[in-house]
C-alpha cells in the first residue's frame, strides 16, 4: 500500500494531518500498537519538522508485508549541519514554533530512537528524511 | 482516581461533555513541549498505561490533541485557565479525546494528583 501526503510550511493548523491518517491506516489493519506509536510519534515528528523548517514538502508512507517505511521530502533550504542538527537540543527554530509547542531540538533525535533505520540526505534545494520500521512480529 | 473526581477537585471546565465518561486516571504527565511528550510517552509498552493517563499541559493549540491522538491517549488537562479556540474544541471532539481546563497551574495540579497516588510516567520506566 502507498500513499502521499502534502505537507504546508508553516500551516500549524494542518500539521498533523498526514501522520493522523497513517495512524488510522495502521490501526485498521491491526498492526502491534508499540509498533503503531513508534510509527506515528516519528511520524509527526517529521511532518512538523516539514512545517516548521521547509518552504513544504510531501511524505510517502509504504507498507508492505516487511515494513512500513516513510520518506519526507520537502524543497528547502537544507540542513546546514547534520551532525549538529542530530544533538539533543540543537535547535534553529522560532518563537512561534515553541509556542506550538515544538522546536526545542528533540525531533531528530526523537525521530532516530524511534525508527529501526533512519537516513538523512539534506543540501541547500532540500531535506530528505527515510524511516524504515520493521514489522517483527509477523 | 476517577476522572470525574478530578473534574471536581481541580473545578475543570469540560470541553467535550459528550465524551466524558467515568474512566480510571492513574498515570500522568506534563509537558508543554510535545516532542517530550512525544518521546517520554512512546517509551510506555503497555497500552493500558496510557489509555489510563492524563496529559497536563499549557499547550492550548491543536498540537496537543494531535500529540495525544499519535499516543492514544484520552484525556488532556489545560491547565493556568487557557482557554483553547473551538478549532481545537473540535478537533477533540473528532479524534474522541476528553478536553478539559483548569485554573490550577502546572505544579499545584501535578503535586495534588501526585498526592492522591495518581503516577508520573518516567522515560523507559514500565510498571
Not at chain 1, 58 to 86: K, R, S, W
Not at chain 2, 97 to 118: E, Q, R, V
Given at each position: 500500500?502507498?500513499?502521499?501526503?502534502?505537507?504546508?510550511?508553516?500551516?500549524?493548523?494542518?500539521?498533523?494531518?498526514?501522520?493522523?491518517d497513517?495512524?488510522?491506516?495502521?490501526k485498521?489493519i491491526?498492526?502491534?500498537?508499540?509498533?503503531?506509536?513508534?510509527?506515528?510519534?516519528?511520524?509527526?515528528?517529521a511532518?512538523?519538522?516539514?512545517?516548521?523548517?521547509?518552504?513544504?514538502?510531501?511524505?510517502?508512507?509504504?507498507?508492505?508485508?516487511?515494513?512500513?517505511?516513510?520518506?519526507?521530502?520537502?524543497?528547502?533550504?537544507?540542513?546546514?549541519n547534520?551532525?549538529?542538527?542530530?544533538?539533543?537540543?540543537?535547535?534553529?527554530?522560532t518563537?512561534l514554533?515553541?509556542?506550538?509547542?515544538f522546536?526545542?531540538?528533540?525531533?531528530?533525535?526523537?525521530?532516530?530512537?524511534?525508527?529501526?533505520?533512519m537516513?538523512l540526505?539534506?543540501?541547500?534545494?532540500?531535506?530528505?528524511?527515510?524511516?524504515?520500521?520493521?514489522?517483527?512480529?509477523? | 482516581?476517577?476522572?470525574?473526581?478530578?473534574?471536581?477537585?481541580f473545578?475543570?471546565?469540560?470541553?467535550?461533555?459528550?465524551?466524558?465518561?467515568?474512566?480510571?486516571?492513574?498515570y500522568?504527565?506534563?509537558?508543554?513541549?510535545m516532542?517530550?511528550?512525544?518521546?517520554?510517552?512512546?517509551?510506555?509498552?503497555?497500552?493500558?498505561?496510557?489509555?489510563?493517563?492524563?496529559?497536563?499541559?499549557?499547550?492550548?493549540?491543536?498540537?496537543?490533541?494531535?500529540?495525544?491522538?499519535m499516543?492514544?491517549?484520552e484525556?488532556?488537562l489545560?491547565?493556568?485557565?487557557?482557554?483553547p479556540?473551538?478549532k481545537v474544541?473540535?478537533l477533540?471532539?473528532?479524534?474522541?479525546?476528553?478536553?478539559?481546563?483548569?485554573?490550577?497551574?502546572m505544579?499545584?495540579?501535578?503535586?495534588?494528583?501526585?498526592k492522591?497516588?495518581?503516577?508520573?510516567?518516567?522515560?523507559?520506566?514500565?510498571?
Amino acid at each position: 500500500m502507498v500513499k502521499e501526503y502534502q505537507i504546508i510550511a508553516r500551516n500549524y493548523d494542518l500539521a498533523g494531518r498526514a501522520s493522523s491518517d497513517i495512524k488510522r491506516t495502521l490501526k485498521a489493519i491491526n498492526l502491534p500498537w508499540d509498533l503503531i506509536k513508534r510509527v506515528c510519534a516519528a511520524s509527526y515528528e517529521a511532518e512538523i519538522n516539514v512545517v516548521i523548517h521547509s518552504v513544504g514538502g510531501y511524505v510517502t508512507f509504504d507498507l508492505t508485508e516487511q515494513a512500513i517505511t516513510l520518506d519526507f521530502y520537502d524543497d528547502g533550504p537544507g540542513i546546514a549541519n547534520i551532525e549538529l542538527a542530530m544533538l539533543e537540543g540543537f535547535s534553529t527554530a522560532t518563537e512561534l514554533d515553541h509556542a506550538n509547542g515544538f522546536g526545542a531540538g528533540m525531533g531528530l533525535p526523537n525521530m532516530k530512537r524511534s525508527a529501526d533505520l533512519m537516513e538523512l540526505k539534506s543540501d541547500s534545494y532540500g531535506t530528505h528524511v527515510h524511516l524504515v520500521f520493521f514489522r517483527r512480529n509477523l | 482516581m476517577k476522572l470525574s473526581e478530578i473534574i471536581k477537585q481541580f473545578h475543570c471546565h469540560v470541553y467535550t461533555p459528550e465524551l466524558a465518561i467515568d474512566k480510571e486516571i492513574n498515570y500522568a504527565f506534563c509537558a508543554d513541549l510535545m516532542s517530550d511528550a512525544l518521546m517520554v510517552l512512546n517509551s510506555v509498552k503497555d497500552d493500558r498505561i496510557l489509555k489510563e493517563s492524563i496529559l497536563i499541559t499549557g499547550l492550548t493549540t491543536n498540537q496537543s490533541i494531535r500529540t495525544a491522538e499519535m499516543l492514544d491517549m484520552e484525556v488532556v488537562l489545560l491547565v493556568r485557565g487557557k482557554i483553547p479556540s473551538l478549532k481545537v474544541v473540535e478537533l477533540a471532539k473528532e479524534l474522541k479525546i476528553i478536553l478539559l481546563a483548569t485554573d490550577y497551574t502546572m505544579f499545584n495540579t501535578s503535586g495534588l494528583m501526585y498526592k492522591d497516588g495518581i503516577k508520573g510516567i518516567i522515560y523507559n520506566q514500565q510498571w
